[in-house]
């Protein structure tokens, strides 16, 4: 067992019974069985890999509580999900996957179906954790259908590049003459400015994203008139450095880290994670006095779609953009086409509805993850 590896309980399992027969459990996954639903899942992205969950429950203090359903049938469904540990379950809470480590959801050979959705679902709701979170990836949101009744539903957009057909099909096809235009001038301009590409997952690469991070985390607060200090704070605590040592170290040919530099100065960064067919943009930042006039942040994610078309990689996964509107405009720009995400809760009591009242509050301090 790697040292980085989450130490799981013994698994236990039951029978959930459902219209279609009797569902077998067991929980958590034994990592062979993992490996393989993984594999067949032509949809699985780098969240829903073992190491991934090994990450947030080093970093995060979690718990591994993922799930393995046996069908009637044969087939084999898994959740990734994990657990805040040593809590009772009327105050349990758990998550598929929680925030800011992408996302979660369920796993199957082929891909999830729709009425699978609804047993994992029945499962979940039979306990009486305070709540759990199911947050789908963009390829099997189209599959699930309204949750049942104490579920929560939660309206997400993802943008996601088609990469069929490799680079020179998103050039000509997916690219507006003028974005073409944009990004022969702003590789000539890098040129004469001096902006090299880097890429890798070393420390040293994690650490000089991270200063740039912090930097980035200060002009946002001086943007919006608030103490630099307490926004570089609070980022910190969102997004530790920690975090991103240790995604790095557990997977080494799944994250890279590409780094625009001028003069040995870093002035912009993205982390990618590509598993499978999906090549995802998981965090990026910024110095945006210097990277805006040489376009740095359009010619890392340019960089980063013509690896991903390389690896043979079928879908460039954008994320989220937090309703930012320019944020949004970028990743269209980039050819991402808006992808319906729904995430579901399940809650005891009405958590949502009263994070939503102080949402005002929180929104204060945006801002905290970089995008």
């Known amino acids: 067992m790697s040292h980085r590896q989450t130490q799981q309980q013994a698994p236990r399992e039951w029978v959930v019974r459902t219209g279609e027969g009797p569902?077998?459990?067991?929980?958590?996954?034994?990592?062979?069985?993992?490996?393989?639903?993984?594999?067949?899942?032509p949809r699985a992205m780098a969240f829903h890999r073992p190491e991934w969950v090994d990450c947030v429950c080093e970093v995060g203090g979690w718990q591994d509580a993922g799930r393995?359903?046996?069908?009637?049938?044969?087939?084999?469904?898994?959740?990734?999900?994990?657990?805040?540990?040593?809590?009772p379950d009327p105050l349990a809470v758990r998550a598929s996957l929680p925030p800011g480590w992408g996302t979660g959801g369920i796993l199957a050979p082929g891909g999830v179906r729709a009425h699978e959705f609804g047993l994992v679902l029945t499962d979940l709701a039979a306990d009486q954790t305070l709540r759990t979170r199911i947050r789908p990836s963009f390829g099997a949101a189209h599959e699930l259908r309204a949750p049942a009744p104490g579920y929560v539903s939660i309206p997400r957009t993802v943008h996601v590049l088609d990469l069929d057909g490799g680079m020179d099909a998103v050039w000509s096809q997916?690219?507006?003459?003028?974005?073409?235009?944009?990004?022969?001038?702003?590789?000539?301009?890098?040129?004469?400015?001096g902006l090299v590409i880097e890429s890798g997952n070393s420390p040293e690469l994690v650490e000089i994203y991270y200063d740039l991070y912090l930097r980035w985390l200060e002009q946002r607060a001086r943007e919006r008139h608030l103490p630099p200090a307490v926004v570089r704070?609070?980022?910190?605590?969102?997004?530790p450095l920690a975090k991103y040592h240790a995604v790095a170290a557990a997977l080494p040919g799944v994250c890279r880290i590409l780094l625009a530099t001028v003069g040995g100065r870093p002035v912009a960064?993205?982390?990618?994670?590509?598993?499978?067919?999906?090549?995802?943009?998981?965090r990026g930042c910024s110095d945006k006095e210097m990277a805006g006039p040489l376009?740095?942040?359009?010619?890392?994610?340019?960089?980063?779609?013509?690896?991903?078309?390389?690896?043979?990689?079928?879908?460039?996964?954008?994320?989220?953009?937090?309703?930012?509107?320019?944020?949004?405009?970028?990743?269209?720009?980039?050819?991402?086409?808006?992808?319906?995400?729904?995430?579901?809760?399940?809650e005891r009591v009405p958590l949502t509805r009263w994070q939503n009242r102080v949402g005002g509050i929180l929104n204060a301090v945006k801002g905290a993850r970089p995008s």
């Not at 393995?68 to 809590?87: A, D, F, H, K």
């Not at 390389?310 to 990743?331: Q, W």
């Open 23 to 41: 569902v077998r459990v067991t929980s958590p996954v034994p990592r062979e069985k993992w490996a393989q639903v993984l594999a067949a899942d």
């Open 68 to 87: 393995l359903y046996r069908t009637g049938e044969g087939r084999e469904l898994l959740l990734p999900m994990v657990r805040r540990p040593g809590r």
């Open 174 to 193: 997916r690219w507006s003459k003028r974005v073409r235009g944009n990004m022969r001038s702003a590789q000539r301009r890098a040129e004469r400015a």
């Open 233 to 239: 704070s609070r980022g910190k605590r969102a997004e």
């Open 269 to 282: 960064a993205m982390i990618a994670l590509r598993h499978g067919a999906v090549w995802c943009y998981w």
């Open 295 to 346: 376009r740095a942040n359009q010619l890392l994610m340019l960089h980063s779609i013509e690896r991903a078309c390389e690896a043979g990689c079928r879908y460039f996964e954008m994320g989220e953009s937090g309703g930012v509107a320019s944020l949004e405009r970028f990743k269209a720009r980039m050819g991402g086409v808006k992808q319906p995400v729904t995430e579901h809760r399940l």
